[in-house]
């Protein structure tokens, strides 16, 4: 059987770690179906993009916020796919405006 507090302790380290020691960051906003918007803060790791916060602000308004610090929760959680700005519907934004929603 998969201990998957051991996979969920070893998944909080590597995004802490990415966010800890990040030189470059970039930001992203995407739309989804719903109406809402979906905030990505990602740190580059070889020829991929790691997101390491998400941020997202539904249709109703609500705020839903993942990072190392609280992974997931009922509303959903930090992806696990890494992302290719150039080939996924993303634009992108200034670190303030990823900011301005993070800490809102």
Same mark, same amino acid.
């Given at each position: 059987?998969?201990?998957?507090?051991?996979?969920?302790?070893?998944?909080?380290?590597?995004?802490?770690?990415?966010?800890?020691?990040?030189?470059?960051?970039?930001?992203?906003?995407?739309? /989804? +179906?719903? &109406? %809402? #918007?979906?905030?990505?803060?990602?740190? @580059?790791?070889?020829?991929?993009?790691?997101? *390491?916060?998400?941020?997202?602000?539904?249709?109703?308004?609500?705020?839903?916020?993942?990072?190392?610090?609280?992974?997931? /929760? +009922?509303? &959903? %959680? #930090?992806?696990?796919?890494?992302?290719? @700005?150039?080939?996924?519907?993303?634009?992108? *934004?200034?670190?303030?405006?990823?900011?301005?929603?993070?800490?809102?």
């Amino acid at each position: 059987m998969v201990d998957l507090e051991r996979i969920k302790a070893e998944t909080v380290a590597y995004i802490r770690a990415l966010d800890e020691n990040a030189t470059l960051r970039r930001h992203f906003r995407h739309a /989804d +179906e719903e &109406g %809402g #918007l979906w905030y990505i803060e990602a740190v @580059p790791v070889r020829s991929e993009f790691v997101v *390491i916060k998400q941020a997202e602000l539904t249709s109703a308004g609500q705020l839903h916020r993942y990072s190392w610090e609280h992974l997931e /929760d +009922e509303h &959903g %959680g #930090l992806t696990d796919q890494a992302i290719e @700005p150039e080939e996924d519907p993303l634009e992108a *934004i200034p670190a303030e405006e990823f900011q301005r929603v993070w800490t809102r």
